[in-house]
């Protein structure tokens, strides 16, 4: 059964920082592109960070420079850490497998976690 859980979603003042977790199961984790998206009150859903499975890295623009993405496939987890976190960036944040060769994994989605960014 496939799952992705997502943690570690919280309050921060702007200019903060926070980190995100996401473990993966019921899928081979390793062989999958991972990214993290994110869908603020009253916007669509958007993808914000992406990385390979070998380990290369895409940005939107809106969070490049702040924020980095991560995996540990040991521990079958993708990580986001946010950095210099601003109020545009309070949202919903979820991770999702990129990859669609897995069609279960991928047309998976966790129940996301809140990051809400406020002073």
């Known amino acids: 059964q496939v799952q992705l859980v997502e943690s570690g979603g919280g309050l921060v003042h702007p200019g903060g920082s926070l980190s995100l977790s996401c473990a993966a199961s019921g899928f081979l984790f390793s062989s999958n592109a991972m990214g993290w998206y994110r869908q603020a009150p009253g916007k669509q859903r958007e993808l914000i960070a992406g990385?390979?499975?070998?380990?290369?890295?895409n940005y939107a623009d809106s969070v490049k420079g702040r924020f980095t993405i991560s995996r540990d496939d040991a521990k079958n987890t993708v990580y986001l850490q946010m950095n210099s976190l601003k109020p545009d960036d309070t949202a919903v944040y979820y991770c999702?497998?990129?990859?669609?060769?897995?069609?279960?994994?991928?047309?998976?989605w966790g129940q996301g976690t809140q990051v809400t960014v406020s002073s």
């Open positions: 999702k497998v990129l990859s669609p060769v897995n069609r279960r994994a991928y047309n998976y």
């Open positions: 990385i390979t499975s070998g380990g290369t890295t």
